[in-house]
């Protein structure tokens, strides 16, 4: 079978100040059609730059792509058009941002900023579609990701919403134009642990139900067991290690996953913090 | 074995404001808590955002007056001394995010220092004293002429952990002191606290919102929802046998990594929509039966 998103032996590099800093070398992942991907690493491991790559969100310079592709469908994206490119984004696949606060226009209404998506994304696969029809559908989506007054809702600002509602917003922004791969950045970790387990099944739900293919790129080993069935662990610019996500946690086997799993603290206690003293 | 840290009735009320800022009404943002914290103890409180978690803090700091109740540092009530030396040597804080609370313009020397030109420390024995404090987070020396911005994350927290220990406390407020971090870097920054609080013969007060990091630290915790303490004990046992929905609800929601945490988590249904916080209710009380004061 092949694989919906392929990235393969992808390398940036980023120059500033005439240094030049490797920060992706040879990094390769699949996201299978309706599979539950992870992508998990600490800060600077490079997570975050895959998910610009594949997003084509990288801004050239500082970042520069030396090497390896990004196939998707069977297409190499670094090697379409910008105009293509942009096509894809949105419609093919989506991204659910991490900050609530900040990804939302705090001057629009939600139905003024989830029309307007909707709109483009229209015109660039060529459908038609009223403004009648696009309300419905906002309000359609807006029910998907269980809001209970999709009209109360999509009249709106931002700042009359929670943190976990605005979260939801966001997630339904990225179904607007059915995407088959939803590629989710940290949801929910801005949020209370409450309302971040609600986002997590709500879009553990949503991926299952409508055979959407999810990359969850994350910091955090819990998030990862919840809500994927394969993972690749980041370090330092290189995919350390992969596995079925249950293997990962039953067997790992480089260093690097040993001892971040090791420094996970678990609730059932047992973590013996300070240094031990002969 | 006596009390480091005792709080009495502790309640606090904010004034509700309209647009014009006329009042309102008033919200409760802490509500009648009372708990003590042995010394040399990690005492843990959890609660989500609007839980009143920082305004407890705040209140034992000194930057925020209760309403009603009292708190007691080592048996010694601390209403009138807020502000003087003595308070300030016996409780200090560590905060969230120490991209934030360390000055930029500052080398560490110089925000170190801080604390010690307050507390009157002869300024000859500064540099002394920052180096011996370096030494203690286990930063190496040279780093006191560093600024924040050449420091990563763990080092600039174990920065204000030396800072909050410059002028000698016995208590600690620690606010959230690892969200910021990396997993990984939190382990350390935890085996330093921990270190710190057995050699320095420390007491914390540990606000929290990671239950599992809780588990690990804190000898007891107390649950805050809603301004109120809705159940406190040994962290065992709370964490074995949660009596109230709200500790059911927060033990089920935390994502964990093998089959034996999920056995620890309630099966509860997950509430679908919002979990009422202080905000939100001040909102919907504003509607419809805002108290005038």
Redesign the interface.
Known sequence: MSALLSVRDLSVEFTTYGQTAKVLQGVSLDVQAHAQIALVG??GSGKTVTMKAIMGLLRQPPACITGGQILYDGRDLLMLADRDRVALRGTAMSMVFQDPMSSLNPVFTIADQMTTILKYADRRLGRVRGARDRMARVHEVLAQV?M?EPERVSASYPIML?G??RQRVLIAMALLSEPALLIADEPGTAL???????I??LLKDLVTQRGLALLMIT????????TSSYVYVMNKGRVVEEAETATL?ANPQSDYTK?????????????R???VTP | MSAMLEIRGLSKTFPTRSAFGRATGEVSAVADVSFAIEKGQVYGLAGESGSGKSTIARMIMGLTRPTSGSILIDGQDIAGQIGTQAHGARVQMVFQNPGASLNPRRTVAQSIAVPLVAHDFARADQPRRTAELLDMVQLPRVFAQRYPHELSGGQKQRVAIARALAVAPRLLVLDEPTSALDVSVQARVMDLLTDLGRTLDLTFLFISHDLSLMRNFAQRVGILYLGKIVETGETASVFEHPRHDYTRLLLASVPVISAEEEAMRPLIPLIDGEIPTAEKLLALRGQTTGKVT
Do not use: C, K, W
């Not at chain 1, 910091?219 to 919840?226: A, K, T």
């Not at chain 1, 001892?259 to 973590?271: D, E, F, N, Q």
């Open positions: 600490e800060s269980r209970r929670s976990g509602m209370d642990v409450t309302t971040q387990a609600q997590l099944r910091h955090n080993l819990g998030v990862v067991r919840e946690f001892s971040l799993i090791a420094a996970v603290p678990r609730l059932t206690g047992g973590t913090y300070g240094t």
